[in-house]
Each structure stands twice: as C-alpha cells, then as structure tokens.
Antibody
Framework: QMQLQESGPGLVKPSETLSLTCTVS??????????WGWVRQTPGKGLEWIGS???????YYNPSLRSRATVSVDTSKNHFSLKLRSVAATDTGIYFC???????????????????WGQGTLVTVSS | EIVLTQSPGTLSLSPGERATLSCRAS???????VAWYQQKPGQAPRLLIY???SRATGIPDRFSGSGSGTDFTLTISRLEPEDFVVYYC?????????FGQGTKVEIK
C-alpha cells in the first residue's frame, strides 16, 4: 500500500510561486502503474484537479491552471512536485497529492479513481 | 467540462436510517466512470466507490453505489455515527477530472 506525504511552505506571498513536494513510500514510483498528481480544495471552487504526471515524465493539466502549473517527478528521490506560479489569494486552500490508476486515457493523459491520497497541506497566500 | 451536481446539499437523518445521495452529470459519463469519496474533518477524501458501483477495499457493505449515464446514487443502508460527514462524487471519464460540490450528512 503506497502512502503519500506532502511537504512545503504553508505561507506564500501573492505573485510568488507555490512549491510543494509529495514523497511516496511503500514502493518505487518508477515501478508503479499509478499516475501521480495534485488536487486542491479551496473555499471558492471546492475540489479541483491541478495536474498529473507519469513516472516517465509525461504530464497533463487542468486547462484552467495549465499556464501557471508545473508537475515534475524525481524517481531517484521517489517524489513528485508541484509549482504554481503567480499565486493570488484565491489559490489559498488545502493541497493534496494523489495517485490514480488509469481507466480512461487520451493519448498519454490517463484518468481514474483517486487512491491513495496524501493527508493534505494548507497553503495560505498572503503578504 | 462535465459538471457534477450533488443533491441535496445537506441531508439530516438519524443513526440507523438510510441515506440516499444523488450526483447528476451535465453529460453522459462514459463507462460509468464515477467514484464516490467520504471526507471527514481535517482529513483527505477516502475512496468508497469506483466504477459507479464497485466498493473499494475495506469499505463496509452498508455503502453501495448505483446509476448510469448521467444519474448516480450513493446509498448508505444504515447510518453509523461515523458516517455523518461529507461525501463527494467525481467523474474520470473525460480529459478533465471534475468533482461535485459535496453532500453533508448531518445528525437530525
């Protein structure tokens, strides 16, 4: 059973970059069929998918966040990361890392039910 | 984008009663690729149901899912005290994951 743990600053200033890392335990990212990614929960939009990546580096994003988000993977450290640029107060929320097995694929972008989830980390955007 | 609308927003019931939660999609969800999650305060969502009706590992059989096309239902046959939390549906049959806004099950 893979387990996920988010880490990163809990406070980010407006216009700066939010950076989070998700460390995976219980098995190597490169040996898993999971697609890894990020979901956030904000007061304004509820649960919202941000972006995902496969261990090969193939990434894909929510079109509404594509211009600001980058998801990357480091198999040597068994973790994956999120960068969200030019943040504003509306980006304040709980950020969850997650894994998903593919049920529906469009090219290299694959989607499925989400399991496992990290415990989540609160990120506040404020000066 | 497939919009998921959950109803009711809040469901007030007593322990032991049956809960019926609805999730309606703005368009057909292919292969009934709908999941349900339970979220307790301060915790991440927990997968309950996938593929509209398959229970996830370790989920009690009082939880069941049904539906197809655009209409999906989560049923809790007999509410236990720990079931009074928030539930979300999610679709994964398109190139954009989307979630419903949630249904809160509260003690009447």
């Amino acid at each position: 059973q893979m387990q996920l743990q988010e880490s990163g600053p809990g406070l980010v200033k407006p216009s700066e970059t939010l950076s989070l890392t998700c460390t995976v335990s219980g098995g190597p990212i490169s040996g898993s069929s999971h697609y890894w990614g990020w979901v956030r929960q904000t007061p304004g939009k509820g649960l919202e998918w941000i972006g995902s990546i496969f261990y090969t580096g193939s990434d894909y994003y929510n079109p509404s966040l594509r211009s600001r988000a980058t998801v990357s993977v480091d198999t040597s450290k068994n973790h994956f990361s999120l960068k969200l640029r030019s943040v504003a107060a509306t980006d304040t929320g709980i950020y969850f890392c997650m894994g998903s097995l593919a049920s529906y694929c469009v090219g290299v972008s694959c989607f499925g039910w989400i399991d496992p989830w990290g415990q989540g980390t609160l990120v506040t955007v404020s000066s | 984008e497939i919009v998921l609308t959950q109803s009711p927003g809040t469901l007030s019931l007593s322990p032991g009663e049956r809960a019926t939660l609805s999730c309606r999609a703005s368009q057909n969800v292919i292969s009934n690729y709908v999941a349900w999650y339970q979220q307790k305060p301060g915790q991440a969502p927990r997968l309950l149901i996938y593929g509209a009706s398959s229970r996830a590992t370790g989920i009690p059989d009082r939880f069941s899912g049904s539906g197809s096309g655009t209409d999906f239902t989560l049923t809790i046959s007999r509410l236990e005290p720990e079931d009074f939390v928030v539930y979300y549906c999610q679709q994964y049959g398109s190139s954009l994951w989307t979630f419903g806004q949630g249904t809160k099950v509260e003690i009447k």
